[in-house]
């Protein structure tokens, strides 16, 4: 948090204000709730649909909920959504076309952008939101969907109360305090018989929206709570990451026997980058009834972890476990950085956590750190299928 001149206090009891005022202005709130034994975001209709009281713990390759001794509204870390369900769906109709007389009638798709309130991002979530920005509206092709998307969003931010088995932002320098981004950031703070929340805003709407809600300005005291709340977080990591010389790490291991470990364990399912927050490969595909009379184009997720990601006439570039996993972890971590200007990675933990094997992408860095590489082959990153 910034100093305490500029920070407010919301307390518990006046939090539902907060979705109150986003409603009148419009929007839909989308944030988290327990649903099927995880916290995922969907659309919320009042406080009571928060994770009240829950918590989660992971591991590589686990995820349970357990019930917390407080009642504490964001007391768990990322579960397996992101804003990249939002703003980047799983599937997006492109166009239609139906036959008439004279030929096919292209139908082009209007973007569907409601105005949507985010609320409980997490820092490592708003970096990845700021890492997608550049894939698909900071190049000369910009992606109209998701820009509209993002222009019709609010985000409330809430900062981490605890880190989980899986996080490493501190490593990535993306967490767990969220410094932008935001329209609203706050810190949730439990203390013997009062519970409230630290905020700042980020933007004039988040400004504009805090003028609806009873605050009062935060003395020293609540200031140094949200402090020692984030500074504690920072401390909790359950792993690390050493990100020194990362990008030339992965180029000269480009040979390197790890790989084929790592290759005998991985299941290719593809779930890291499902639950990723800044995968963003997608697939086309084109639908057409039985009659041929109606068509359509639908831009779904895909993965570089499936076989026919990679298949081109003649066969598929990288057609083994070994090339995929080494393609996803280079470009994760390298070539990411040469391309957009930043890791592809934010430390969420989510690739650990989802991993029906728990392999473990912070392992893996370490495992090329300390064991020799293979002599290079001479191969450029990302090509050939060994």
């Known amino acids: 948090m910034s100093s305490n001149s500029d920070q407010f206090v919301l307390e518990r009891e006046r939090f539902p204000q907060l979705l109150e005022a986003l409603r009148r202005r419009g929007y839909r709130v989308v944030g988290p709730a327990v649903r099927e034994g995880a916290i995922v975001y969907d659309e919320l209709n009042s406080v009571r649909d928060l994770p009240e009281g829950w918590t989660d713990e992971q591991e590589g ?26 703003l980047h769906p799983a599937q997006v109709r492109l166009w239609q076309a139906d036959r008439e007389a004279s030929g096919f009638t292209l139908k082009p798709e209007a973007v569907e952008a409601p ?8 820092a490592c979530d708003l970096h990845a939101v700021s890492i997608q920005n550049k894939v698909f509206a900071g190049g000369p092709y910009v992606n109209i969907g998701y820009k509209t998307r993002l222009e019709r969003s609010f985000i409330v931010a809430v ?42 805003t980020g933007t004039d709407r ?66 890291c980058t499902m639950v990723c927050p800044t995968c963003f490969c997608t697939t086309v595909e ?39 996993y080494r393609q996803w972890m280079t470009h994760k971590l390298a070539t990411w950085i040469d391309q957009f200007g930043t890791s592809g ?29 293979d002599p290079p082959s001479g191969k450029e990153p990302g090509h050939g299928e060994s």
């Open 115 to 122: 105005l949507t309130a985010f609320l409980g991002v997490r």
């Open 61 to 86: 390759g686990t995820y349970r909920l357990r019930k917390r001794d407080d009642g504490a509204l964001f007391g768990y870390n990322v579960g397996p959504h992101s804003l990249k369900k939002y």
């Open 206 to 271: 988040g400004a504009e929206l805090l003028g609806d809600l009873v605050t009062a300005p935060a003395g020293a005291h609540e200031a140094d709570a949200a402090a020692a709340v984030v500074e504690r977080v920072t401390g909790q990591m359950g792993r690390t990451l050493d990100t020194t010389g990362i990008k030339e790490l992965l180029y000269r291991s480009y040979e390197h026997p790890r790989w084929a470990d790592v290759a005998a364990r991985c299941l290719t399912c593809a779930n």
């Open 159 to 200: 900062n981490c109360g605890k880190a989980g088995g899986t996080c490493f932002c501190a490593s990535m320098n993306t967490g767990p305090q969220a410094r932008s981004g935001f329209d609203l950031a706050l810190t949730e703070v439990l203390e013997e018989g009062r519970h409230y929340f630290v905020g700042q």
């Open 286 to 324: 084109d639908v057409t009834d039985l009659r041929g009379e109606h068509a359509e184009r639908w831009q779904k997720w895909d993965s570089c972890f499936t076989m026919d990601f990679s298949y081109i006439h003649g066969g598929s570039v990288r057609a083994t476990p070994r090339s995929r």
């Open 345 to 373: 990675c934010v430390g969420c933990g989510r690739c650990i956590t989802w991993c029906p094997v728990a392999i473990d992408i912070t392992e893996e860095v370490r495992a090329l750190r300390t064991a020799p590489a």
